[in-house]
């Protein structure tokens, strides 16, 4: 009789799991049939997240980096002094990064409008993205810097080396790895950012799970765009981790 009972109850175990499994699957292929439906509306979010992304990138490097690098030698202990620069860039970073973002999008329409010619789409979200992602990477590249050792510093004017060659030659070779970190965790923030530009049209990934998602009530659908913006942000983690490492010149 024990031995009956326990074979009745592995039987009934083995019915259970494979029910959670049927279930599991059921739940799976629903899923894929919802955004099977959406694939479109899916591929067009992505896209338009990724333009929002290189728009806001290409500006941190474009602007982002010598701003940065201008902050490094100009503030008070820095290798080129001026207390007047260093207080107006210092001042943009701060102010930028202190603005809630939602906010922050609302105050810059009108210049976004009278910049891009309308304050919806694309386009224009990426203006705000841009003077954040500018204000975020100054700064992460002004204390990256800061860790390059006096020595180097010191080394470049011995030697009589220009401004530029300053920054070219010693610093930013000196500093790279910790630059290449600084900017994945940029691109992730941006990631993050770029959720809230629905709001003006801008679209993108997060505005296709509200609207498809949240607003539908499909939550499956919001739930599997949250796994996919998951599985972006460590991918983009991973590789730039990857990248610092390879050209760390600190690792032999």
Known sequence: MIGEGMIGGALTAQGSGEG????VAGS????TASLGAYRGEM??????????????????VLL????????????????QPRHGLYAVLNGYVNVVRSVPFLLFV?????F?????????????ASVPLAFVAVALYARWVEQTLLDVPRQTVELADALGASTLQLITRFLYPEARSGLVLSLTTVTISMVSYSTIMG????????DFAIRYGY????????????LIMIVVVMLLQGTGTWISRRIDRRVP
């Open 43 to 60: 591929l067009q979010a992505i896209w338009e997240t990724g333009l929002m992304l290189g728009n806001s990138l290409l500006a941190a």
């Open 28 to 31: 799976f292929d629903e899923l």
């Open 112 to 124: 976004t409008r009278w910049l891009v010619g309308t304050s919806f789409g694309t386009t224009a």
């Open 215 to 226: 607003q539908t009530y499909e939550y499956e659908i919001m739930y599997a765009t949250i």
């Open 106 to 110: 609302v105050a810059l329409i009108p």
């Open 20 to 23: 959670i499994l049927a279930e």
């Open 64 to 79: 982002g980096l010598p701003i940065g690098t201008w902050m490094y030698l100009s503030r008070r202990n820095g290798p």
């Open 199 to 206: 709001v003006v049209g801008g679209g993108g990934v997060g």
